[in-house]
């Protein structure tokens, strides 16, 4: 989460009981906030859900979670950015496709009940495929438990996003041990949210598990334009020798060039020769950056 700079993190199987949970809050309560939902009847077992938020990133004072259906499906409200909130809903749906109805119907009542407002994503591990290019080798699925995801997702006004923008692109997320794979794992959105996410990715996580992950970047339509980062000197060089030699002399020479000065010369002056030497420094600081960084990461 710290290198890939997650601010959410929707996590499903996790056989995550709360006192886990808790001891892995406080093991990691500087960075992470850990939000646990267990199976109530199977600790430890199947199912179980968590949000994980980066405290790096993510305010956690005001955060909001409601569990819809406990070790299934969890609801978040937090701040994002300012004024702005952002809410998801986190699933984990059965794995016996005969279950799925009654699932995704109990998800919807409850969300009804709770007078949630509509998700601005909808993600987890769904079990099921509602389109044919999203398993290999294609066949239908249960056409009761797709039409009950369906009714669900129109019911909540979200969409399969990454669909409709790679309407013919392959991305499994889990393969079997028959070498059947599929799609199960994804991230509905508002259709509003569209145009603000970018960056999709399905990769294998660094954690061992048998299914890739899903991120997507989200870049609020209120958030301020960041430009350009600025380039600054990296504080181990203050004692690179080398360096300081380097910008000693060019001081040294710098101040040489500034007694000559012509008077009332137009092309060179101070303020272009201070320039020079900055540039100058800056750019052997740079090289030194280069070789001296490497070496510490090594």
């Not at 890739?212 to 020798?241: C, Y």
């Amino acid at each position: 989460m710290r290198e890939n700079k997650i601010g959410l993190l929707a996590l499903q199987e996790t056989h995550l009981s709360d006192q886990l949970a808790e001891q892995a809050s406080n093991l990691y309560q500087r960075r992470l906030s850990i939000i646990n939902s267990p199976h109530p009847s199977n600790l430890t077992g199947s199912a179980e859900i968590a949000f994980v938020i980066n405290k790096e990133l993510v305010k956690v004072e005001d955060v909001i979670t409601h569990m819809l259906i406990p070790g299934r499906a969890m609801y978040i409200l937090l701040k994002w950015h300012h004024t702005s909130t952002l809410n998801a809903i986190n699933i984990y749906a059965p794995n016996n496709l005969s279950k799925h109805p009654q699932f995704w119907l109990e998800l919807q009542e409850r969300w009804a009940y709770l007078h949630l407002p509509k998700p601005d994503l909808l993600l987890g591990d769904f079990n099921l495929m509602e389109d044919l290019i999203d398993r290999a080798p294609a066949r239908h699925e249960n056409d009761r438990a797709v039409t009950a995801l369906r009714e669900c997702r129109q019911t909540l006004s979200v969409r399969d996003s990454w669909r409709l923008r790679f309407p013919i692109e392959h991305a499994f997320t889990f393969t079997t041990h028959g070498h059947t794979m599929s799609r199960i794992d994804r991230i509905y959105a508002k259709e509003d949210l569209e145009d603000s996410l970018s960056d999709w990715t399905h990769d294998t996580p660094s954690i061992p598990t048998d299914h890739k992950m899903v991120t997507v970047r989200l870049a609020l339509t209120n958030s301020p334009l960041i430009g350009k980062d600025r380039w600054s000197w990296p504080l181990g060089l203050l004692h690179d020798k080398e360096l300081n030699k380097y910008i000693n002399q060019k001081g040294q020479q710098l101040h040489t060039e500034m007694k000559n000065l012509p008077p009332n010369d137009r092309t060179t002056n101070v303020q272009t020769l201070w320039q020079t030497f900055k540039d100058n420094i800056k750019r052997e600081a740079a090289k030194a950056a280069r070789k001296q960084i490497p070496k510490i990461t090594q």
